[in-house]
């Protein structure tokens, strides 16, 4: 949900003003926006020491530039970005609603045809994003988001970029342990199949309220994601040979994206896709209207931070960025 700005944070990037805090992660920090023309957009704001590490920049630049051929209904899709700025940032479409994640956690695990509808939508989503040339390589219940109107994958534009920093900075792979493919978990290259194993865990995730693999250390996790075979017996029955069919240690034995939507269009679902107690919360994520330039009351005056693009006059402002201390799928039918 939506936080305060801090003392620290910067009132614009970009174009862009600041409405508030969405979150937080390894990459970097997100923040509500608003365009001059009242668009509200997620600004993600790359943490600044990747940003210093040779040739981040120019990866981000290009990863964000084939992202924003992806037009898909179930992604956020990336409308502005800056690689050259003091810190590289992108904006998407935002969604107002709780991440997977987040909606397992208070309401505990989904029924069946919501978790239906979810496959269709994040495999279409996932299809789009192949299409462009993407490989999303960190799909996980943190990166899905749940809108009335169906699901949507965020975090797709600048994964590899920041694997590649990653790398270089710490030998690791980029992915959440627990949801990546076995291919990426063991260093081997990956492409669209490992989104395919990716999907498998977060549905069984959205299911159950726990990964494929259990719980543990990430070593633990890593090493049952090679080694062992996933845990589908709580599975509902209606879901366990989609999951299982996703979560086939080889690659070559995947499903495509299109096999999986082929198989999961044929029984009509509800509109009403998500249980009530999540639906019931989504207008928390809903900020208020705007009403004019000065509509965000500003608690932290004389601290204001702008963060201005390279395509406009001027540079940072007063202040250095803080280091880190649609319609839902129309018709789905149990896989078989």
């Given at each position: 949900?939506?936080?305060?700005?801090?003392?620290?944070?910067?009132?614009?990037?970009?174009?862009?003003?600041?409405?508030?805090?969405?979150?937080?992660?390894?990459?970097?920090?997100?923040?509500?926006?608003?365009?001059?023309?009242?668009?509200?957009?997620?600004?993600?704001?790359?943490?600044?020491?990747?940003?210093?590490?040779?040739?981040?920049?120019?990866?981000?630049?290009?990863?964000?530039?084939?992202?924003?051929?992806?037009?898909?209904?179930?992604?956020?899709?990336?409308?502005?970005?800056?690689?050259?700025?003091?810190?590289?940032?992108?904006?998407?479409?935002?969604?107002?609603?709780?991440?997977?994640?987040?909606?397992?956690?208070?309401?505990?695990?989904?029924?069946?045809?919501?978790?239906?509808?979810?496959?269709?939508?994040?495999?279409?989503?996932?299809?789009?994003?192949?299409?462009?040339?993407?490989?999303?390589?960190?799909?996980?219940?943190?990166?899905?988001?749940?809108?009335?109107?169906?699901?949507?994958?965020?975090?797709?534009?600048?994964?590899?970029?920041?694997?590649?920093?990653?790398?270089?900075?710490?030998?690791?792979?980029?992915?959440?342990?627990?949801?990546?493919?076995?291919?990426?978990?063991?260093?081997?290259?990956?492409?669209?199949?490992?989104?395919?194993?990716?999907?498998?865990?977060?549905?069984?995730?959205?299911?159950?309220?726990?990964?494929?693999?259990?719980?543990?250390?990430?070593?633990?996790?890593?090493?049952?994601?090679?080694?062992?075979?996933?845990?589908?017996?709580?599975?509902?029955?209606?879901?366990?040979?989609?999951?299982?069919?996703?979560?086939?240690?080889?690659?070559?034995?995947?499903?495509?994206?299109?096999?999986?939507?082929?198989?999961?269009?044929?029984?009509?679902?509800?509109a009403n896709w998500l249980p009530a107690p999540i639906a019931e919360t989504l207008s928390q994520y809903h900020p208020p209207t705007a009403t004019g330039p000065s509509d965000t009351p500003d608690r932290t005056a004389g601290t204001?931070?702008?963060?201005?693009?390279?395509?406009?006059?001027?540079?940072?402002?007063?202040?250095?960025?803080?280091?880190?201390?649609?319609?839902?799928?129309?018709?789905?039918?149990?896989?078989?």
């Amino acid at each position: 949900m939506l936080g305060d700005l801090q003392p620290e944070d910067p009132r614009s990037i970009g174009r862009y003003r600041l409405v508030g805090r969405l979150g937080e992660g390894g990459m970097g920090q997100v923040f509500l926006g608003r365009s001059p023309g009242r668009r509200l957009v997620a600004v993600k704001v790359i943490r600044p020491e990747m940003g210093r590490e040779p040739g981040f920049r120019a990866r981000f630049a290009r990863e964000v530039a084939a992202a924003r051929r992806v037009s898909g209904v179930y992604t956020a899709v990336v409308v502005d970005d800056d690689a050259e700025g003091p810190v590289p940032w992108l904006a998407t479409q935002y969604v107002a609603g709780p991440s997977l994640a987040e909606a397992v956690e208070k309401y505990g695990p989904l029924p069946a045809d919501s978790v239906l509808t979810l496959a269709a939508g994040l495999a279409e989503g996932l299809e789009e994003i192949h299409k462009a040339g993407l490989v999303h390589r960190d799909l996980k219940p943190s990166n899905v988001l749940l809108a009335d109107d169906g699901p949507r994958v965020i975090d797709f534009g600048i994964s590899r970029a920041v694997e590649a920093t990653m790398l270089t900075q710490a030998g690791t792979v980029m992915g959440t342990p627990g949801f990546m493919s076995p291919e990426q978990a063991d260093g081997s290259a990956v492409g669209a199949p490992s989104d395919v194993f990716s999907l498998g865990a977060v549905l069984a995730f959205a299911a159950t309220g726990e990964g494929p693999f259990g719980t543990g250390s990430s070593m633990a996790l890593l090493y049952r994601t090679v080694h062992s075979e996933p845990d589908t017996t709580r599975l509902p029955a209606r879901l366990r040979p989609l999951v299982q069919r996703c979560l086939t240690k080889n690659p070559a034995g995947r499903p495509t994206t299109g096999d999986l939507l082929a198989g999961l269009g044929e029984t009509p679902l509800a509109a009403n896709w998500l249980p009530a107690p999540i639906a019931e919360t989504l207008s928390q994520y809903h900020p208020p209207t705007a009403t004019g330039p000065s509509d965000t009351p500003d608690r932290t005056a004389g601290t204001r931070t702008a963060i201005r693009t390279t395509n406009g006059a001027g540079t940072a402002g007063s202040g250095q960025w803080p280091s880190p201390s649609p319609s839902p799928p129309s018709s789905a039918r149990p896989y078989s």
